[in-house]
T-cell receptor, first 110, second 116 residues
């Protein structure tokens, strides 16, 4: 069974303290890996799609990278407004659905 | 931008009631999905639809049905609501015309359903 595992479950950082979130996945048949941001009580908001190992995408203080078995979401000098749950999802060939991880709840303390 | 609209943000229903959750998207997307989200379990797929009048079971279809009579609208039906269906329900849509960058999911803002 395809699995997506995110770590850590929760992360508290001081404002300006950089860190990384991890998403590991079942390796074979990857079509694309997605990162979403979700604020409390709202639907997930699309951040990035990565397709192949070595690929990187950036948006403001966030950078997503992909290796053959995992993806990282790096957050540089975070601000309190970056506090949210970050979800990773994988799309496998031959399967129409996305498989989601359970997310990392990120809290940035002013 | 694609917009996916869910008809209600919050709903409270009684056990045994028939419940309809409505989702509309405005960008002619072929594929639509219903997920539920629960703490510690993440997002789980209930049903999805490739196109009008087509539907496929997801991972947890028991107790649910769906309807897609028009391309833009995908309805989730709880035939007889139970307390274990209390959850956040999320609708999503996506384009299905191949090519990279063309198949990202867009989510609605969610419906928080409480069954009492």
């Amino acid at each position: 069974e395809d699995q997506v595992t995110q770590s850590p479950e929760a992360l508290r950082l001081q404002e300006g303290e950089s860190s990384s979130l991890n998403c590991s996945y079942t390796v074979s048949g990857l079509r694309g890996l997605f990162w979403y941001r979700q604020d409390p009580g709202k639907g997930p908001e699309f951040l990035f799609t990565l397709y192949s190992a070595g690929e990187e995408k950036e948006k403001e203080r966030l950078k997503a990278t992909l290796t053959k078995k995992e993806s990282f979401l790096h957050i540089t000098a975070p601000k309190p407004e970056d506090s949210a749950t970050y979800l990773c999802a994988v799309h496998y060939f031959g399967n129409e659905k996305l498989t989601f991880g359970t997310g990392t709840r990120l809290t940035i303390i002013p | 931008d694609v917009k996916v609209t869910q008809s209600s943000r919050y709903l409270v229903k009684r056990t045994g009631e028939k419940v309809f959750l409505e989702c509309v998207q405005d960008m002619d997307h072929e594929n639509m999905f219903w997920y539920r989200q629960d703490p510690g379990l993440g997002l789980r797929l209930i049903y999805f639809s490739y196109d009008v009048k087509m539907k496929e079971k997801g991972d947890i279809p028991e107790g649910y049905s769906v309807s897609r009579e028009k391309k833009e609208r995908f309805s989730l039906i709880l035939e007889s609501a139970s307390t274990n269906q209390t959850s956040m329900y999320l609708c999503a849509s996506r384009l299905n015309r191949g090519g990279r960058g063309n198949y990202g999911y867009t989510f609605g803002s969610g419906t928080r359903l409480t069954v009492v």
